[in-house]
């Protein structure tokens, strides 16, 4: 209607075509070009995400030695066990037990410097002192008495938390901490399981039986890790799944064999059923130490001394053995 009036307005229609011809990179005036996508500034490049999704996992080597030592320290742990369990009479189970007590302060030693519990000086002493009380009832009890070794060991437990609330710093790690004070002394404990065991008429074959199934089954598999670690169990984990297999095959083939020279009630098929649960019960025991070990380096935590780091994997598969032996003595033979 008005034709000669100026245009005061610098963002009419007119105006912005010519903006959009002077600046061509820019986004187009509208509705969707006003706002950039959030999807599109948002979204990772590729090779980000490329190199998020595969990144390189660390395969920790073999040490072929190691594993050898390793071995032969649980071959030479199986002897002493089994040579103590033989060599004293009936009536003279003292140096049995002042054997297990040295086992039982070594594994208190591993156990204690590889864990880490809270009041570390505190709980191994007061450890020290249950596995002590727990050899003097599985001297004096009554045979296959397990009850009483039960209660000394919960006793123990309840003591060692109790220290460890004691301190502050020591009160927040106590509540986290807890299932590794009780793993530490059930450990220490069950060694005073094969002191009941040999004062009862099956114990000491049965001892035989089982240690000889996990010594076997433990040497055979670090010697195979020490030549072929293959399959890899784990990226992290230093150990091979075909010796697992084969210690756990062989270590019931050599139960088997000594059943077979056993007096009744021992057979090859029930010699076997005992390797065969040994050797289970100790490769677990120790694989769980080395998974524990690995979580322990990939959380960032210091090593702790290489001796108990190692030790404590055939330490702890036979603590676990001797009350495998013992089940088997009192559910299975029996």
């Known amino acids: 209607m008005f034709p000669s009036m100026p245009n005061d307005d610098p963002w009419d229609a007119e105006a912005s075509q010519q903006v959009a011809r002077l600046n061509p990179g820019r986004p187009k005036a509208g509705f969707y070009g006003a706002v950039p996508d959030e999807d599109e500034a948002g979204t990772p490049s590729p090779d980000a995400e490329g190199e998020e999704e595969f990144e390189e996992i660390e395969i920790l080597p073999v040490r072929p030695k190691l594993s050898a030592a390793i071995g032969g320290f649980a071959v030479l742990l199986a002897v002493a066990l089994i040579i103590g369990g033989h060599a004293t009479g009936p009536g003279a189970r003292v140096s049995y037990a002042i054997v297990l007590f040295g086992v039982q302060l070594l594994g208190l030693l591993a156990w204690t410097m ?178 524990g070990e690995a979580g322990r380096r990939l959380a960032g935590d210091a090593p702790t001394f290489w001796l108990a780091r190692h030790m404590q994997g055939p330490l702890g598969g036979f603590a676990l053995t001797a009350v495998a032996a013992y089940a088997s003595v009192h559910w299975y033979l029996s």
Not at 183 to 208: C, F, K, N, Q
Not at 253 to 268: E, H, I, N
């Open 114 to 291: 590889a864990l880490q519990p809270p009041a570390a000086g505190a709980t191994a002493a007061i450890i020290a002192v249950t596995a002590l009380a727990a050899d003097y009832l599985a001297v004096t009890g009554e045979p296959g008495e397990l009850l009483p070794l039960v209660w000394v060991a919960l006793g123990g437990f309840v003591a060692a938390m109790i220290a460890q609330v004691i301190r502050a710093e020591d009160r927040q790690r106590a509540k986290d901490s807890w299932r590794t004070t009780l793993l530490i002394v059930s450990g220490a404990t069950a060694y005073a399981v094969l002191i009941t065991l040999v004062r009862e008429p099956l114990g000491a074959p049965a001892i035989l039986v089982c240690c000889t199934g996990a010594g076997v089954a433990l040497l055979v598999a670090r010697l195979t890790d020490a030549v072929f670690p293959k399959p890899r169990i784990a990226a992290q984990v230093p150990r091979g799944a075909a010796g697992i297999v084969l210690g756990a095959m062989l270590g019931t083939l050599t139960s088997a064999v000594l059943g077979s020279y056993l007096v009744f009630p021992f057979d090859p098929t029930k010699g076997a059923v005992l390797g065969l649960v040994a050797a289970v019960a100790a490769h677990l025991v120790d694989l769980a130490v080395n998974f």
